[in-house]
């Protein structure tokens, strides 16, 4: 079904991720290299390393302390997040870390999936492009007045990390 932006948006507001910006793309065939997910499993690895700069929406995600610290030094992906491609390797996509971002997989990813499936066939394929690279749905984000202990917390942990890894913020 060939979708306007506006009736894309509503879509998924209904699946509610409303916040979630999109982007137009003529989706166009593209080869896939046959050694593409070795490849992409490495770069999944230097990705959740990056997360450094990413605590803000980390925090959001409910992760323990000990998923956060294998997250973010690079061992081990939570159970329920999951890494997409912005642009599918199909069309045109790159194995690359702006390629890619990190979001629940119950129910945004299963949601995201559904949403471009349906678009199937469709001349203008509307994407999925958050603007950071973790996905937290608005309705996620809130806080009470006291601010968040948890960001605190997971803010210094990444402060250390990054400091131990001799790099800066």
């Known amino acids: ?15 509610n991720m409303g916040d979630m910006p999109i982007k137009e793309l003529h989706p166009a065939p593209a080869l896939v290299a046959p050694n593409w997910f070795s490849k992409y ?13 990413s605590v803000e ?4 995600m409910n992760l323990t302390q000990d998923e956060f610290m294998s997250l ?4 081990k992906i939570p159970q329920n997040l999951s890494i997409r491609f912005r642009v599918p390797l199909v069309w045109g996509g790159k194995l690359e870390i702006d390629n890619l971002f990190m979001c629940w997989t119950f129910p945004n990813s299963q949601n995201l999936d559904q949403f471009i499936m349906e678009q199937n066939g469709s001349e203008i ?6 603007a950071a690279k973790i996905y937290v749905p608005g309705h996620n984000i809130s806080g009470g007045d006291g601010g968040n202990a948890t960001e605190d917390r ?9 400091a131990a890894r001799g790099m800066e913020q």
């Open 1 to 15: 079904m060939q979708m306007t932006k506006e009736i894309a948006e509503k879509r998924l507001a209904d699946m």
């Open 41 to 53: 499993k490495k770069l999944c690895h230097e990705f959740i390393q990056s997360l450094t700069d």
């Open 57 to 60: 929406q980390l925090a959001f």
């Open 72 to 75: 973010i030094m690079g061992r």
């Open 125 to 130: 394929i509307w994407l999925p492009n958050p």
């Open 154 to 162: 997971l803010s210094q942990m990444a402060a250390q990390i990054v």
